[in-house]
């Protein structure tokens, strides 16, 4: 059973910055793409960013110029690094992992880190 953790959540003034990390453990595997999710009080999941596993990324409109979407594979590791942050990136961040495991693809979620933006 794979585990996804993320870590690095907090409290940041606005225009702080703040780097995400989210580990996956739990056995042999192959990951393929990973993705960023958020979700704010009273909306909905929303896609932050992906990175493949050949290091492509692809961001939101919201995000696009201060968000830096990366990958350790060595270490099985994704990160965000997130600057210029906005009261409105206040949000619960997952990060998302499709992973290959004996020839069969399964998507995996973390539990999540709280992100708060504000003076």
């Known amino acids: 059973q794979v585990q996804l953790v993320e870590s690095g959540g907090g409290l940041v003034q606005p225009g702080g910055s703040l780097r995400l990390s989210c580990a996956a453990s739990?056995?042999?595997?192959?990951?393929?793409?990973m993705r960023w999710y958020r979700q704010a009080p009273g909306k909905q999941r929303e896609w932050v960013a992906t990175i493949t596993s050949g290091g492509s990324t692809n961001y939101a409109d919201s995000v696009k110029g201060r968000f830096s979407i990366s990958r350790d594979n060595a270490k099985n590791t994704l990160y965000v690094q997130m600057n210029s942050l906005k009261p409105e990136d206040t949000a619960v961040y997952y990060c998302?992992?499709?992973?290959?495991?004996?020839?069969?693809?399964?998507?995996?979620w973390g539990q999540g880190t709280q992100v708060t933006v504000s003076s």
């Open positions: 739990g056995g042999i595997f192959s990951i393929n793409d």
């Open positions: 998302q992992a499709d992973v290959n495991m004996l020839g069969r693809n399964y998507r995996y």
